[in-house]
């Protein structure tokens, strides 16, 4: 999860969470968060990158094996671009995530034409992709979370911004992982 708060200098927390925690402890805990802070941009999901569940062995083959995880964000799609939140946009969609008014402002029309769960908070509204039956949070299963992904990322494509190619992938690599979600 990526907490993103700018004021005169740009800070950000980063809360590793373990994988078997409920969806609905990380909605309530950026709902806590931003009673606190001014947030900007939150971002929460899967980052194989830090997680050894996700990539056992070396890191090079850690590195490769976000390819195979289309539905993942990753170190490099948030972490390293953060500064884009606040002047053009985000990285990418995830499975949770909360847009500032500024943000939101930009995809909300195309994001409510989806039916997505939307939860205005103070500032900004709490975005997420996941199955809400009898007050608790379900994650679909792969496929139909990719499917979920891919259509919230075209109806935050007005507020995506594009990363820098990662110097570990080659061109064909880096194509077909920028489509990840198309």
């Known amino acids: 999860m990526n907490l993103w ?3 005169r200098s740009a800070s950000c927390i980063l809360v590793d969470c373990m994988m078997d925690i ?4 990380i909605i309530n805990f950026i709902q806590t968060i ?6 900007q941009y939150v971002s929460a999901g899967y980052n194989v990158v830090w997680n050894d569940f996700w990539y056992p062995g070396s890191a090079a083959y850690s590195l490769k094996f976000l390819q195979t995880l289309k ?3 990753s170190k490099w799609t948030e972490w390293f671009y953060l500064g884009f939140a606040v002047n053009k946009g985000i990285c990418g969609p995830n499975i949770i995530q909360f847009l500032s008014d500024r943000l939101w402002e930009r995809a909300e029309q195309t994001v409510r034409q989806c039916n997505f769960s939307c939860t205005p908070l103070n500032g900004g509204v709490v975005l997420d992709i996941l199955d809400h039956k009898d ?3 379900f994650e679909p299963e792969k496929d139909e979370l990719l499917d979920r992904l891919s259509k919230l990322y075209r109806a935050l494509y007005p507020i995506i911004v594009p990363t820098e190619k990662p110097m570990f992938l080659k061109e064909n690599e880096w194509i077909a992982w920028q489509r990840r979600f198309e």
């Open 34 to 39: 931003n009673k606190m802070l001014h947030l």
């Open 5 to 7: 708060n700018p004021c």
């Open 22 to 25: 409920d969806w609905k402890a």
């Open 135 to 137: 007050g608790k949070l």
């Open 71 to 73: 539905y993942a964000n």
